[in-house]
């Protein structure tokens, strides 16, 4: 386990003492709304104007997760070809969770998203990363024509083992969009937990038990090492 401490500062502007952060990419068509969902959980703000991103914008919020302070760390990507082209080797480094999104009003977004899970499996991000899919910008939906995408994309999120969410980082509520990046931190510190666990009881079993110690930090390593 890599114990060493960072400072961060919380949702409030206190400086925290934090011991691990996570990286999640956030990724889809260009204005879909990925700035205003990164912005709408780290700020509790929709931001009152946007711009398309240009390479990647960071957000941080430390959050406590069953006692542990996790410092989640979104990378807000571009989703224009031309400003994204420099950046995406970056992107697909030692990342911990995926959240894919499109626009419900948009159906060509959602008709891309294979591509983007293309581009994940092309930077050899596999299925064992927890990922989401998020159709956004839910306070537009009017018509049946929305509905059926909704149904179409909750049916690709179960294929693929995803857990989705609909979201307005518009509207007055901002549950949903911080449910996405809530679970998704509580899915990779379970992950670690599990992981760690595996390791004792193979060590066990095979009486090693000074190694048993060795792998353990290996793998806890691997799992959530720093990522600056
Ligand atoms: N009504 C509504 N508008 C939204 C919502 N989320 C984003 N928008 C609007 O959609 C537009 C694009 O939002 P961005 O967050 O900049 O989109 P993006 O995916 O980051 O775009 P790129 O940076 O170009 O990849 C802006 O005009 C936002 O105000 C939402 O939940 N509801």
Redesign the pocket.
Known sequence: MDSSLESSSSSNGMPVRCCRTCKIIVI??????????THRFCTGQ??SR????IGVDFREKVLDIEGEKVKVQLW?????ER?RKSMVQHYYRNVHGIVF?FDVTNPISFRNLPLWMDECRQHALGPDIPRALVC?????VTSTITSVLIEQARHLAEVHGMSFYL?????RKGDQVDSIFVTLAKSLKSQRSQSVNECVLQCRSESFAIPAKIIIAQESKKKWACIC
């Open positions: 889809g068509d260009a204005g879909v709304g990925k700035t205003c969902l929709f931001p946007t711009e398309a991103t807000d990507t571009a989703g224009q400003f999104v956004n910008k839910a306070d537009l979201t307005s980082a518009k509207g």
